[in-house]
């Protein structure tokens, strides 16, 4: 009969708890934000995904950003929040633009498919 003392029974439980947080929450984060999340420049074009997360005044969400033209693959990207930005739609064109604090402002722009 195996006989495990409290001692033993303690430093299987820590050695389950290290492997969890150093090899299996470093893979949760990843899968849940793949890479860094990008700044938004002022002028930047980008078609609107949906958000993420808001916290501590930055917002994070996805997005197709578009360069000279070229819609390119989702991106996430991240700023911060402002009462404005709870106004995005999904599938909508927007622009980073200045607002008078020296902060980004996102704004509404129609964009022609041609």
């Known amino acids: 009969m195996i006989n495990i003392n409290l001692y033993e029974t303690a ?19 990843r899968r849940k934000y793949i890479g860094k999340p990008l700044r938004l420049r002022v002028g930047q074009r980008f078609k609107f995904n ?15 950003p578009i360069f000279c033209g070229v819609r390119r693959s989702k991106r996430i990207f991240e700023t911060s929040n402002h009462m404005l ?5 999904e599938n909508e064109y927007y622009i980073a633009s200045d607002d008078e604090s020296g902060g980004i402002i996102i704004k509404d722009i129609k964009i022609n498919k041609t």
Not at 12 to 28: E, F, S
Not at 85 to 89: D, E, G, I, R, T
């Open 11 to 29: 430093l299987l439980i820590l050695l389950a708890v290290i492997i969890i947080i150093l090899v299996l929450y470093p893979r949760y984060l």
């Open 50 to 64: 949906k958000i993420l997360e808001t916290s501590h005044g930055t917002l994070i969400f996805y997005a197709n």
């Open 85 to 89: 930005h709870a106004k995005m739609n």
